[in-house]
């Protein structure tokens, strides 16, 4: 788990910025929910036999003996909102963002708080609903200035193809299970469909030579990707077909994806997302959906070559000497930052030396010194930082004065 600050905390700022921004050219409305959930919202939503609940989940009991955990995604949580809060009837659209926690191996890419854009469609399942969501997963890579992803799409079909593509793999995969890896053989009696996922060669070798997935489909969960494709085409959306891309949580079925990045390396998906079904209580969501990790976003924005966002936006820097000059300075900051001007007062008392040089680190054009002399003619100096070029002028005309040297409305061009 890391710390975060600048410079690094404005370009999250920024993304998340521009992720509020995308959403809600979409129509989608925010929501927040507790960072701590029941534990078994998420065994029963993602599925008890899936990695991310058999290993990596932080839980640990209530005084009342149940068991709650952090949260480690967030589609869960916006289920149990959606089942609470909202009728079934409605379509619903929610945007989010926030810290995840999972119990992995740190390293590059992957860490035990990270953190997850996310988009949730509350609809039932329509090849133009899954294809829309795919178009705004694209939108927000886009606008958080990346260029250079992969989409990898696939279906899981839906809960009936599911079966029979488990059964057919167990099948399959049957005379090579002493090949396999040890977490293979283990996923071979709780999730095979995994197997399809490792990296390992031996068992992508063996995994190779089984059919692909899309065989065992029904010719009704075919023509629903295949619309899906024919929309995502439609709008000009460049994707690969990835006959054996699975996805690690269980409430998916019909259309998934994953956006990878070539700059990062083994952890290299970006974004994930799909098409899901999820029992809560009495209530059977569906919705289609995608979280961005922040973390590995941001190195793929770097490894393209994105900038960090400048330190401060400081303009002005007010000097005082003496403690009423100090006070009165204090009065004209707060009405220099009504207009939007970014400035500083000293936080404690300090010699006009050491203003000067906090002023000059700290980024500002503009430095306005006060001291009792000026405090008495009712004036204030000041000094434009890059020219040296200083004057007096009447306290009344400062704000006047100000605007006149940074431009209309304070901002910076
Ligand atoms: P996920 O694929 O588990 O999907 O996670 C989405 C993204 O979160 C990944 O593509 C990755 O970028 C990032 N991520 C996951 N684990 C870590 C980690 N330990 N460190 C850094 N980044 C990580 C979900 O979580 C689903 N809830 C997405 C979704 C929403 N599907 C439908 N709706």
Not at 12 to 39: A, D, H, K, S
Not at 269 to 275: I, L, N, Q, Y
């Amino acid at each position: 788990m890391q710390d975060l600050a600048e410079p690094e905390a404005g370009l999250w700022r920024r993304i998340e910025r521009r992720f509020v921004e995308t959403c809600r050219r979409y129509g989608l409305e925010e929501v927040r929910t507790p960072i701590v959930e029941y534990e078994d919202l998420f065994s029963y939503s993602l599925g008890k036999s899936t990695e991310v609940v058999q290993k990596e989940m932080y839980s640990f009991p209530e005084a009342t003996g149940r068991r709650l955990a952090l949260r480690p995604e967030g589609t869960a949580g916006v289920l149990r909102y959606v089942s609470e809060s909202r009728p079934a009837t409605e379509d619903v659209r929610l945007f989010y963002y926030g810290p995840m926690f999972r119990r992995e191996r740190p390293q590059a890419g992957r860490r035990r708080q990270f953190h997850q854009l996310g988009v949730e469609l509350i609809c039932a399942a329509d090849p133009v609903a899954d294809a829309e969501c795919v178009a705004l997963q694209v939108d927000v890579l886009r606008a958080a200035g990346l260029g250079n992803f992969v989409l990898r799409i696939n279906t899981r079909g839906d809960l009936g193809d599911i079966n029979r593509v488990t059964q057919g793999l167990r099948q399959q995969l049957h005379p090579f299970l002493p090949e396999l890896c040890p977490d293979c053989r283990r996923r071979y009696e709780t999730n095979v469909l995994r197997i399809l996922d490792c990296k390992r060669d031996g068992c992508r070798r063996i995994v190779g030579r089984t059919p692909e997935p899309a065989t065992y489909l029904s010719d009704a969960s075919r023509s629903y990707i295949e619309q899906v494709y024919a929309v995502l085409d439609r709008l000009g959306i460049a994707f690969r077909v990835e006959p054996r891309l699975v996805r690690g949580l269980d409430y998916y079925a019909h259309t998934i994806w994953e956006v990878t990045h070539p700059g990062l390396g083994a952890q290299d998906a970006v974004a994930g997302g799909g098409r899901y079904v999820v029992q809560i209580g009495t209530r059977r969501i569906e919705g289609v959906g995608f979280a961005v990790g922040m973390e590995r976003l941001i190195i793929a924005l770097q490894r393209e070559g994105a900038g960090l966002p400048g330190r401060r936006e400081i303009r002005v820097w007010l000097a005082a000497v003496g403690e009423e000059a100090r006070a009165a300075n204090l009065k004209l900051a707060c009405q220099l930052r009504a207009e939007g001007i970014a400035c500083l007062v000293a936080l404690r008392f300090q010699s006009l030396k050491a203003q000067m040089r906090a002023a000059a680190k700290s980024g500002a054009e503009l430095v306005l010194i006060r001291g009792d002399e000026e405090l008495r003619r009712g004036t204030i100096r000041l000094r434009e930082l890059d020219s040296g070029r200083e004057r007096d002028l009447p306290a009344g005309r400062v704000l006047e004065a100000v605007r006149g040297v940074l431009g209309p409305l304070g901002g910076r061009a």
